[in-house]
């Protein structure tokens, strides 16, 4: 069926409930229509999902008919690593889709990083989602959500951000010219690598007194009263594109689950999004079995850690107890305490898909952990000694793979998959800085977080500008 044909066909499928959003809340279970706007239940306020009547989707008897595609790369829907998988998420006709080449991505077995954790050759991987077009992961699920604003007819985006949001955000609405982006900043929590990227592609920029949490609040706030889309993780479209990620770990792996999915906790949307992910591939019969998945706190944004770790936070049945989260969230507030973390991206005391990530560590028998900023600075830099640079939210995956494997619970012969979010000139800044030579400029970056040490440190080398002296240099460090 060529792709004109199929989006036709498409459209009287999504109008007549192909598609829908049903409330998490088994108690509840409301449905609402696919065309609607909304982030939470209207009845009882818990978080949507997006589901389908697979019974009506036309899904490939095998993951591998996915590859067909690739001999389509000329045609936009097939090139995007997103869309290339549109009948795993198929909520929108083919004709209302929106791309801009996103899921251009890289798994990169990662001898050297497996060394580092303790694993056998072969058995790490990094998924490097850095090679995105705005640099991190986020364009998986900006596709989505934004595809969803368009055929809703918006003409304002907005989104709460820590930076990799608010760049993705502002790259859909100036590439395609659909719609305003509107972006909320915390004062102070954002990096300047991640903040010219939204200032440079036009959005209107809004910077609030406090950190992500407080710019959460206020943009739910402003999105309600104006009338303006929500393009946060608590969107539930946002999920369906972060699926594809683990769609191409599988591509990559030839269609083999890996032991391990390792993967940065912030929001919490990606750890929600793989789940469901591996959660219908099983029930489609595409897979036998699901992965583990591990989720890696910073030391100082733990909120998931401290509620399933340590509180024993569950899923049970999609009713977890909800006093145990709220006891938390008050003694947060009663410290006033705030995330503080070299990991900007992850630095995040309240994330909205907490329920969400609950459900995926139930179906995939996840763990949690938590790394400090100096684990996750060493493990950066043994990344980027292996050749791909990343962020330093995403060495939070290799730091946590680290851990797990001194713990025995990661096995050196299993097969894992770090997940890397964003691209290593998304925060320049810690980089340098744990590279100098310049112990003030390390301190005031990176041991006000308790970094003590660059154990990898890869330092320039100070040499007069003589010719011997520079060739004596050479031969002493090379």
Same mark, same amino acid.
């Given at each position: 069926m060529a792709d004109t044909e199929l989006a036709s066909a498409l459209t009287k499928r999504v109008t007549s409930g192909l598609a829908f959003q049903k409330c998490l809340n088994p108690l509840c279970g409301a449905d609402f229509d696919v065309g609607q706007v909304k982030t939470a239940c209207d009845r009882c306020g818990d978080l949507l999902d997006v589901e389908y009547d697979w019974s009506r989707v036309e899904v490939p008897q095998n993951l591998a008919d996915?590859?067909?595609?690739?001999?389509?790369?000329?045609?936009?829907l097939r090139f995007s690593g997103v869309w290339r998988f549109h009948e795993l998420l198929p909520f929108a006709p083919l004709d209302k889709v929106v791309t801009v080449g996103e899921g251009q991505t890289l798994l990169q077995q990662a001898n050297w990083v497996g060394k580092y954790v303790g694993m056998d050759e072969g058995r790490l991987f990094l998924q490097y989602e850095g090679m995105n077009p705005s640099g991190s992961f986020k364009d998986n699920g900006m596709c989505a959500a934004f595809t969803h604003a368009f055929m809703t007819g918006a003409k304002r985006a907005a989104c709460a951000s820590t930076g990799n949001t608010s760049a993705s955000l502002a790259m859909y609405c100036s590439v395609t010219q659909l719609m305003k982006a509107v972006i909320f900043i915390g004062s102070g929590k954002i990096s300047y690598g991640k903040l010219s990227q939204a200032l440079e592609?036009?959005?209107?920029?809004?910077?609030i007194a406090g950190d992500f949490d407080d710019a959460m609040i206020r943009v739910r706030e402003v999105s309600k009263d104006l009338g303006i889309y929500l393009v946060n993780s608590i969107n539930p479209f946002r999920l369906e594109g972060q699926k594809t990620i683990m769609y191409r770990v599988l591509e990559a792996l030839r269609w083999q689950v890996p032991d391990?999915?390792?993967v940065p906790g912030g929001n919490l949307g990606n750890s929600s999004a793989f789940?469901?992910?591996?959660?219908e591939l099983l029930h489609l019969g595409l897979i036998d079995r699901v992965p583990r998945l591990a989720v890696i706190n910073a030391a100082g944004a733990d909120t998931l850690y401290q509620l399933f770790d340590r509180r024993n936070l569950r899923w049970n049945g999609?009713?977890?107890?909800?006093?145990?989260?709220c006891d938390y969230y008050n003694d947060l507030d009663s410290r006033r305490a705030k995330a503080d973390t070299i990991a900007s991206a992850i630095e995040i005391n309240r994330p909205v898909n907490l329920v969400k990530c609950l459900r995926a560590l139930d179906v995939c028998d996840g763990v949690v952990r938590k790394v400090t900023d100096q684990e996750i600075l060493d493990a950066k830099a043994q990344v980027g000694a292996g050749g791909i640079g990343c962020e330093p939210a995403s060495a939070a995956s290799v730091a946590g793979a680290k851990?797990? $494997?001194?713990?025995? /619970?990661?096995?050196?012969?299993? $097969?894992?998959?770090? /997940?890397?979010?964003?691209?290593q000139l998304k925060d320049p800044t810690a980089t340098v800085a744990y590279h100098t030579t310049d112990q003030d400029k390390f301190n005031e970056v990176l041991g006000s977080r308790g970094v003590t040490r660059a154990s990898f440190a890869n330092r320039a080398v100070a040499v007069p500008n003589e010719l011997d002296a520079i060739i004596r240099a050479i031969q002493l460090y090379s």
């Open positions: 996915f590859e067909r595609y690739w001999s389509r790369r000329f045609e936009p592609y036009g959005a209107l920029t809004v910077q391990w999915i390792v789940g469901k992910a591996f959660q999609g009713q977890p107890d909800r006093l145990i989260s851990l797990l $494997r001194q713990q025995g /619970i990661i096995a050196p012969s299993d $097969r894992v998959v770090c /997940i890397l979010t964003g691209h």
